[in-house]
């Protein structure tokens, strides 16, 4: 996978989404992923030579999540909790609780932040 590390440090992407949009791509619809890369020339030659290594869509599915705890969802569970709501913080967990299966209705936790949330850094242990 270093080849196409390089190819996505170029832009802002989404690693989750891009591994996970590379299932798709094995069947087939390379729309999604091709959409994210800033450099398609390099992509294109990277994903020819992916493919002609048949890559397993389902296994790649088993192995890349939909969902993660993406922190934007985290600060809005941990704020509404501090509330006493916990509503935002089970919806989370449900979503992450089986996040290799995609379900109706979670689709804002595969998706990242929002641009209004600006950038987020996170640390090891926190």
Do not use: Q
Request: charged letters at 30%; one cysteine or more.
């Amino acid at each position: 996978m270093d080849g196409v590390v390089a190819i996505l440090k170029d832009g802002p992407v989404d690693y989750t989404r891009f591994f996970r949009y590379l299932g798709e791509a094995a069947r087939g619809n390379e729309r999604p992923v091709r959409g994210m890369v800033m450099d398609l020339a390099a992509f294109d030659a990277w994903a020819g030579r992916w493919r002609s290594m048949k890559p397993d869509a389902d296994r790649m599915d088993r192995l890349n999540p939909v969902y993660i705890p993406r922190n934007h969802l985290v600060e809005e569970a941990l704020a509404a909790a501090t509330g006493g709501d916990l509503e935002p913080l089970n919806r989370l967990l449900e979503a992450v609780r089986a996040p290799y299966e995609e379900r109706p209705g979670l689709e804002r936790y595969a998706e990242g932040a929002p641009e209004d949330f600006g950038k987020y850094m996170t640390f090891c242990g926190t």
